[in-house]
């Protein structure tokens, strides 16, 4: 079995962590439009499984940035005590600086 990325939660752990937050910051109608756009989505989504599985295979080999959504390049440390090791690191750098150990 594949590990599961820290950044992706089963489909019955959904419900619990959204209800885990308790502060309201969207509006009734910021709620409905995101719902909306979500439905369209899903029903227009022609993604069979192995698809969906091809495409986590790539993500693991080249993969997004877990916040912005953009692709991460192959970036080698300068400076530091990791000068010299190669690690993941968001292509809309300096904007995103969010970096992923290479595996």
Known sequence: MT???E???ETQDL???ILSYTSRILTDEIVKNYSKKLEEY???VS???DDHILNIIKNLEHPICPRCGK???LRTARKGS???SQFWGCSNFPSCRITKELV
Do not use: C, D, F
């Open 7 to 9: 950044n992706v939660m």
């Open 71 to 73: 692709s991460m390049v």
């Open 82 to 84: 990791n000068k010299g």
């Open 42 to 44: 899903i029903n227009n």
């Open 3 to 5: 590990e599961v990325p």
């Open 15 to 17: 419900i619990p962590y």
């Open 47 to 49: 993604i069979n499984a």
